[in-house]
């Protein structure tokens, strides 16, 4: 066996968390690889290796809760200096960092965690192989701010942790926008009322707060994050909820049969189909709009914010849902957010009207919206299967009503 071959078995141990047996194959790779001036040596590969080793052998310590030695693995790590790798000057003082953390030595752990986050707030980047080494490369910024943050809990300094974990949420926003929506579309459905025609007329969103206003007791449950984070969030976080398109399925979104029964009031409401400037988002400070995830078990990673308002349960999975997120520590609670759809980069393409919805709604809603290059549609129920269809409106100027 050569050195690669002891490699991939350390990899799929270090994968499988089998950390000891991880360390004793990343040895004999180590100790199996070419030596300097011969065919195959690369200095980069060796100390990558060797770097591997380490963390394997730090995991293994903390899976252990030898957190002393986890520190002075770290602490020596860092001492090698070699300001080439990120993970040197970044990675080893975050290991280090939780390593103090667990031994409840939380005036070092912040320290550590301030030493990364002035890389970040400095720009600091860091040449590898002649390429610059993206600053997010070992650890998000949101997480670097919300483990300073939990440091600062620990130590009584409820009032910088609190500026800490704004941080942290203002980067974490942004930093999961990772959504594929193939088409530049999102569908809301809704009942039609009051609000349906203040939202059509003035063009704007009600963005809510999930755990006043939503229907899933489970939703935005941030289970894992501290009571301090909960409250900034509860206070400062609106969100908005819509149906994805995706190309993928044969079902389109606007005919989803669950989602006209359960939130367009039995087929007697609409869904609205958005357009998304994805530009606008990317760029605006405060909205960001993301995938939700849709999995069996809450996952709880006490060490970071991550992405638990984004999270459901599978039974919420036909929904397809894709999120807005809107983010402004100048509000507080008790404040309902209204925002134009300008504000949150969104345009109507077109409304779909329910195979239940009434003449007198179709004519007074594409009165509202004549004008605006609005397409309109309603929805058939087909004799031969259990589908819905969407039948073109012509809009005459009389706003008499007739299908294509």
Known sequence: MDYKDYFEQANAHDHAKNYAEAVKFYTLAIDHYPKKGEQGYDEHELNKLQSDRQRSLY??????????????????????????????????????????????????????????????DEEIWYDIDGKLCMRYYIENLDVNYVNRALCREKLGRK???????????????????????????????????????????????????????????????????????????????????????KETEPQKSFENMLMWSHYADSHRGICVEYEYNLNFIEKENQV?????????????????????????????????????FYFDEKIDENTKVVKSFKDLGLSIKAVYFGSKCSLDNQKAIQKILQGRGIDFYKMATDAGSFVLGAEKIIQKKTLEIEHL
């Not at 009942?191 to 939703?219: G, R, S, V």
């Not at 999270?311 to 919420?316: A, F, L």
Request: glycine share 2%; hydrophobic share 35%; proline share 1%.
């Open 59 to 120: 995991n293994k310590y903390f899976l252990e809760k030898r957190y002393k030695e986890a520190v002075a693995l770290c602490t020596e790590e860092i001492k090698k200096d070699d300001r080439t790798l990120f993970d040197i000057l970044v990675g080893w003082n975050y290991y280090r960092a939780w390593g103090y953390y667990s031994l409840e030595q939380y005036q070092e752990a912040e320290e550590d965690f301030s030493t990364i986050l002035k890389c970040y």
């Open 159 to 245: 009032e910088e942790a609190e500026k800490d974990y704004i941080k942290g949420f203002h980067v974490l926003k942004n930093e999961i926008n990772s959504f594929n929506i193939e088409e530049k579309r999102l569908f809301k459905f809704s009942a039609i009322n009051d609000n349906t025609f203040k939202t059509l007329i003035n063009e704007e969103l009600f963005l809510a707060q999930p755990h006043k206003d939503w229907n899933d007791p489970y939703d935005c449950n941030i289970g894992a994050w501290t009571d301090l984070a909960k409250e900034i969030f509860h206070k400062y976080a609106r969100l908005q909820s819509f149906v994805r398109n």
């Open 288 to 324: 960001s709009l993301h995938e939700v995830k849709y999995q069996n078990e809450i996952e709880i990673q006490f060490d970071e914010l991550n992405d638990d308002f984004i999270i459901k349960s599978k039974v919420w999975t036909y929904e397809n849902e894709a999120r807005l």
